[in-house]
Every structure is written in structure tokens, then in C-alpha cells.
């Protein structure tokens, strides 16, 4: 279920929550007051993948590895949906 706001024009505007989970180097682009590599963000609704990324300054190349809802994805462009849950790593290196 979707939220709700209105604008100062008086229109209501849809609004989605979405869970966000960073990994290793990428959770100090979580917002402040985020704790566990976590944070509950609002989106507009039709918000993307993208989208999320640009919210969180994340540049796109740090996002090796993206999970929505347990299914990895690398389409950026792709639709979120009030409730997701997004989990996001950076590139590994090992040697």
C-alpha cells in the first residue's frame, strides 16, 4: 500500500517505501540516523532503480551487485514497487 501526500497545489501525490540495504563501503551513502546498513527511504512512485541510486549518490559502476526482493537484477531502469527491499554491493576485490 502506497502513501500519500499532498502538494501545495493541493494534489495528492503517490508516494512508495522502500528498504535499502547497503554493504561494506557503500553504507556511508546511507542517510544519517540509518543504523545496520539500513534505511527506510520514500520514493515518488515510479521511481527506479536509477532513480534510488541517484537519491543515495551512488554512482551506477559501484553497484556490481543489486537485489530486489532476493532476485538480482542490473536493470537500472527498472520499476520499484512500495515494499521492495533493495540490496545493493560494491565490486570485490581479493586476490
Request: aromatic share 4%; proline share 0%; glycine share 8%.
Given at each position: 500500500m502506497g502513501l500519500s501526500?499532498?502538494?501545495?497545489?493541493?494534489?495528492?501525490?503517490n508516494l512508495?517505501?522502500?528498504?535499502?540495504?547497503?554493504?561494506?563501503t557503500l553504507r556511508k551513502h546511507l542517510p544519517s540516523g540509518a543504523s545496520g546498513g539500513k534505511a527506510?527511504?520514500?520514493l515518488d512512485?515510479?521511481?527506479?532503480?536509477a532513480t534510488?541510486?541517484?537519491?543515495?549518490?551512488i554512482p551506477?559502476?559501484?553497484?556490481?551487485?543489486?537485489?530486489?526482493?532476493?532476485e538480482q537484477?542490473?536493470?537500472?531502469d527498472r520499476p520499484l514497487?512500495?515494499?521492495d527491499a533493495v540490496s545493493i554491493f560494491p565490486p570485490v576485490a581479493g586476490g
Open positions: 501526500r499532498r502538494t501545495k497545489t493541493g494534489r495528492d501525490e512508495m517505501r522502500i528498504e535499502v540495504k547497503l554493504f561494506a527506510i527511504l520514500t512512485e515510479g521511481a527506479t532503480l534510488l541510486l541517484r537519491q543515495l549518490n551506477v559502476e559501484l553497484a556490481q551487485m543489486v537485489l530486489i526482493n532476493g537484477t542490473r536493470e537500472f514497487a512500495d515494499g
